[in-house]
């Protein structure tokens, strides 16, 4: 199982971003998936998260600005970012709990995977 986050870049203060993450492989079903991000100095925390079912869950910095959403059928989710602030500079990494087929063609248990991390920089 991979996960591929795309659609960082460097935006001013008040512009806005999508990122896009797309899990791919020998994949079962997936739970929960999320963003976190890091920024230097700092513990990746965090930011949203959405289950299956489209239970959301954010941050209290981010809540009003960030939407989390996701597609099912194409094993994605994205996060669109509004209202940007330099604060929100950090690398923004995705999180999947994922259960894979295995070699004998059956579900595994739940496992979190993380994609590569895509920057995001704001500027004041």
């Known amino acids: 199982v991979q996960l591929q986050a795309s659609g960082g870049g460097s935006v001013q203060a008040g512009g806005f971003l999508r990122l896009s993450c797309v899990a791919s492989?020998?994949?079962?079903?997936?739970?929960?998936m999320g963003w976190y991000r890091q920024a230097p100095g700092k513990q990746r925390g965090l930011v949203a998260q959405?289950?299956?079912?489209?239970?959301?869950n954010y941050a209290d910095s981010v809540k009003d600005r960030f939407t989390i959403s996701r597609d099912n059928a194409k094993n994605t989710v994205y996060l669109q970012m509004n209202s940007l602030k330099p604060e929100d500079t950090a690398v923004y990494y995705c999180?999947?709990?994922?259960?894979?087929?295995?070699?004998?063609?059956?579900?595994?248990?739940?496992?979190?995977?993380w994609g590569q991390g895509t920057l995001v920089t704001v500027s004041s």
């Open positions: 999180n999947a709990g994922v259960r894979s087929i295995g070699s004998t063609g059956l579900p595994s248990d739940t496992y979190d995977y």
């Open positions: 492989g020998r994949i079962f079903s997936i739970k929960k």
């Open positions: 959405v289950t299956s079912g489209g239970t959301t």
